[in-house]
């Protein structure tokens, strides 16, 4: 375990011919790109999360039955100003980076004021984003770094707040049919509101504006206010069909007041998410046409929620399926000082990933009696009427133990019948293949 997550990994820049045990078919063409953290340490600094490491991007390239293999750190920003100084300097979610202790006391007071607000960092080192021709490394600040498929060399930086703004995004953008992205953002109290914001970003622009970037041409889809000013919901992902956008907005959140002042504190800015599992999970549905959220309040109780799996419209219903848990201990688990030899004997999950699928009726009778199940789709799932209007859901569980699903996109806001998973059991470190 302390090989897996406790040393730096190497960069192999050239293209190494990689070993393969079988055989892969020779129609299998192309580059298969990935993105993670993989810098934990930096001269006598290390980071405190396992998530908060330098990005480091991976390329494998399939040609005639064979299989070569190159990566390379993301030359982000954050990532130049750390190897420079050769130490961490700039924070990361759970890691908070302070002033050289060399400068005076000025410059370091300067420092303090500076992070009230903060700048978040380039370091993308979650997913890989398709926009048009061009591939971006992303992450869940409002930064994203352009890079070259086929080298790996970091190119320019994007920052989506010039373009529409909001402070942080998802790293799991959706792609319509015509390869367009659709993205979530929250924008914290912007113009005295905190809100969501849906936006698109097209595939391609018009040929007489060719040289202006595809982030010139953003769309703002709609927005959807947060029940909380100062306080709105993490989200890493969202669920999407023909006609819907599926958000949940639950009630793991951010302290905005606590993120400020994070850095005078003295904590790093995880500190400032908290669950209350006494509260609500709201469910919401934007009609992709009329660019509204749907009027019928739908919600369930509270859970934490990172990746959804798919979704889809069938018989007047939505159904969409998510792994969520009943805690938030997942993101404690990663943090360095318990990633040792020991990690699989003494950290458990005290709450094991459920695939759950709801189902939910956007036509249903109006007059319907309070308490009536409004569900006609042969599930075990229930949306019952409550006395204030809102319709209180319940899922079926379709199974227990996976994480990191993914489907053939081609099925992507569809019917479906299978999904790929890891099977995680009641620890966090993966055992299979699903």
């Not at 040609?63 to 750390?82: H, M």
């Not at 391609?204 to 060719?210: G, L, R, Y």
């Not at 509260?279 to 660019?291: C, L, M, S, V």
């Not at 990633?339 to 950290?347: A, G, S």
Request: with cysteine; charged share 25%; net charge neutral.
């Amino acid at each position: 375990m302390e090989t897996i997550f406790n040393r730096n990994k190497e960069e192999h820049p050239e293209p190494i011919k990689a070993e393969v045990q079988g055989h892969f078919p020779t129609w299998l063409q192309g580059i298969l790109l990935r993105n993670g953290p993989g810098m934990h340490t930096i001269g006598d600094t290390k980071y405190n999360h396992w998530f908060d490491g330098m990005a480091l991007l991976h390329s494998f390239t399939f040609k005639n039955g064979e299989v070569y293999y190159r990566s390379k750190y993301l030359r982000s920003d954050t990532y130049n100003c750390n190897i420079e100084a050769n130490r961490i300097v700039v924070s990361e979610f759970g890691t908070m980076a302070y002033p050289d202790p060399c400068k005076n006391i000025f410059a370091k007071a300067f420092t303090y004021l500076s992070h009230t607000i903060p700048e978040f960092t380039d370091n993308c080192l979650i997913n890989i984003m398709k926009t048009g021709d061009d591939y971006y490394a992303t992450s869940e600040t409002n930064f994203i770094r352009k890079i070259d498929p086929q080298t790996l060399e970091t190119l320019e930086k994007v920052d989506y707040n010039k373009y529409v703004a909001i402070n942080l995004a998802t790293s799991h953008p959706h792609y319509d049919s015509a390869g367009n992205i659709l993205n979530m953002g929250t924008s914290i109290v912007d113009k005295g509101r905190t809100k969501y914001v849906l936006f698109k970003i097209p595939s391609s622009v018009p040929e007489k504006e060719k040289k202006k970037s595809c982030f010139k041409h953003l769309e703002v889809v709609c927005s959807i206010p947060s029940r909380s000013l100062l306080h709105p919901s993490y989200y890493h992902s969202f669920g999407i069909t023909d006609n819907y956008i599926v958000f949940i907005e639950q009630p793991f959140r951010l302290d905005i007041l606590k993120m400020a002042t994070a850095y005078i504190r003295g904590v790093n800015w995880a500190s400032c998410l908290a669950y209350d599992k006494e509260d609500k999970t709201w469910i919401h549905f934007i009609d992709r046409k009329t660019k509204k959220d749907v009027s019928s309040k739908f919600y369930t109780d509270a859970m934490v929620l990172f990746h959804h799996v798919n979704a889809y419209e069938e018989d007047g219903h939505i159904i969409f399926d998510i792994i969520a848990y009943t805690d938030n201990s997942l993101y404690e688990m990663f943090y360095l000082k318990k990633l040792d030899k020991d990690f699989e004997e003494n950290n458990k999950l005290t709450s094991k990933p459920t695939c759950r699928r709801f189902v939910v009726p956007l036509q249903y009778d109006k007059d319907a009696e309070v308490g009536s199940n409004l569900v006609t789709y042969p599930s075990t799932a229930t949306a019952v009427k409550e006395k204030d209007g809102s319709i209180y859901c319940q899922p079926e569980i379709l199974c227990e133990g996976i994480e990191l699903p993914r489907i053939n996109y081609d099925y992507n806001g569809k019917k479906y019948k299978y999904v790929y998973a890891t099977e995680v059991q009641w620890s966090p470190v993966p055992t299979k293949v699903s």
